[in-house]
């Protein structure tokens, strides 16, 4: 079974430009998970869908930020404009089962993002 | 104050020793414990899962939770140098969104 990929691994972009990160969950995962780690802090959560709705969005830091779950397949985080605070590895994980009270979480490899 | 501390290290043991990691967290509402487990360039991998407090054992990893201190441990028995990662803590209320520690670098010498 295919883990959680993200692409790209790895985006250089300037100040003031869009870039959009894209996660692919585990085949038949219901719940989809965005996480961020900036440099020195911990993991941090984003937004949770579940299917294509968006669950909790707590996390989101600003309307900079903008999630989107097709179909309730794959998701993509676009960002823009971006600024320099949003460097850093942004994470996806899926789980299993919606309307479960805890299934584990499978993390993706993360997208490593810079912003210059 | 942090809703998780975890202390980042780094620690160095070598092969074979006993090792101790743990957070100390504030919520009280938390009740869902895991230790996750992240190698360089990779996505963290769960490693333990605890819900509410007493211990759970799997092979040479002890998860420990002690809700009445607010304080969770993983012990690591006969410590490996494949043992070398980054320790994260985590917890959550609702099952979902993953509060985190920072990570506790672990470095085993062989």
């Known amino acids: ?116 | 104050q942090k809703e998780v501390e975890q202390d980042p290290g780094p620690l160095s043991v070598p092969e074979g020793a006993i090792v101790s990691l743990n957070c100390t967290y504030s919520n009280s509402a938390f009740q869902y414990f895991m230790w996750y487990r992240q190698y360089s360039r990779k996505g963290p991998e769960l490693l333990m899962y605890t819900y509410s407090s007493g211990n759970k054992e799997d092979g040479r990893f002890t998860a420990q939770v002690d809700k009445s201190s607010k304080y969770i441990s993983l012990f690591i028995r006969d410590s490996q140098p494949s043992d070398s990662a980054t320790y994260l803590c985590a917890m959550t209320s609702t099952g979902t969104a993953l509060i985190f520690g920072k990570g506790t670098t672990l470095s085993v010498s062989s």
């Not at chain 1, 038949?28 to 961020?36: F, K």
């Not at chain 1, 089962?97 to 993390?107: C, I, L, P, S």
């Open chain 1, 1 to 116: 079974e295919a883990g959680v990929t993200q692409f790209p691994s790895h985006s250089v972009i300037e100040k003031g430009q869009t870039v959009t990160l894209r996660c692919d969950p585990i085949s038949g995962h219901d719940n989809l998970y965005w996480y961020r780690r900036v440099m020195g802090k911990e993991i941090k959560f984003l937004l949770h869908f579940v299917k294509e709705s968006k669950q909790d969005e707590s996390g989101m830091p600003n309307n900079r930020f903008l999630a989107e779950r097709t179909g309730g397949t794959y998701s993509t985080l676009k960002v823009q404009p971006a600024e320099l605070e949003d460097s850093g590895v942004y994470f996806c994980a899926s789980s299993r089962w919606a309307g479960v009270t805890y299934n584990e979480q499978f993390f993706g490899p993360g997208t490593r993002l810079t912003v210059l």
